[in-house]
C-alpha cells in the first residue's frame, strides 16, 4: 500500500489563515486610523505645553535675576517676552500664597489658550 504524502495546504485552511489574517489587520489599520486622527490634536497640545513651559522658564529667570520682589502680588504681569505662536494666546498672574502664617511664597501661573489649552504653575519662595 503507498502513503501517500501530503506537500501543501488545503483550501480549509488557506481561507481560515486568509480570514485570521484579515481580522489582524482590520484591529491594525482601526488603531493606525485613530492614532492618525488625533495627531494633530497631540501635536497642538505638545506646543502648548512647550509655550507654557518656555514662559515659565522666563519668569523664573527674572525672578532669579532681579528677586523676589521683582512680581506684585497679585498681578497680571505682562507676557510679552513669552514666544506666542499664531493661534495661542498666552496669560500670567501672580498670587500670594501663605504656608503657616509665611507669607514668603508666590505662585505664579501660566495659561495658554487657542489651538490648544494648558495651565502651568509653580510657587516660589522669599529665600
Known amino acids: 500500500m503507498m502513503h501517500r504524502l501530503n506537500h501543501g495546504f488545503t483550501l480549509i ?13 482590520t484591529t491594525l ?14 501635536h497642538q497640545q505638545w506646543v502648548a505645553n512647550e509655550v507654557a513651559r518656555s514662559c515659565m522658564d522666563w519668569f523664573l529667570q527674572q525672578k532669579k535675576m532681579k528677586g523676589y520682589d521683582t512680581y506684585a502680588c497679585p498681578t497680571t504681569p505682562a507676557t510679552t517676552n513669552c514666544i506666542k505662536p499664531v493661534g495661542y494666546t498666552v496669560t500670567a498672574s501672580i498670587a500670594c500664597k501663605t504656608w503657616n502664617t509665611d507669607t514668603n511664597y508666590k505662585t505664579i501661573t501660566v495659561n495658554v489658550t487657542g489651538l490648544s489649552s494648558t495651565s502651568l504653575s509653580t510657587q516660589v519662595g522669599n529665600y
Open 13 to 25: 485552511e488557506v481561507l481560515i489563515f486568509i480570514v485570521v489574517s484579515s481580522m489582524l489587520m
Open 29 to 42: 489599520l482601526l488603531g493606525s486610523n485613530f492614532a492618525l486622527q488625533n495627531s494633530p490634536s497631540l
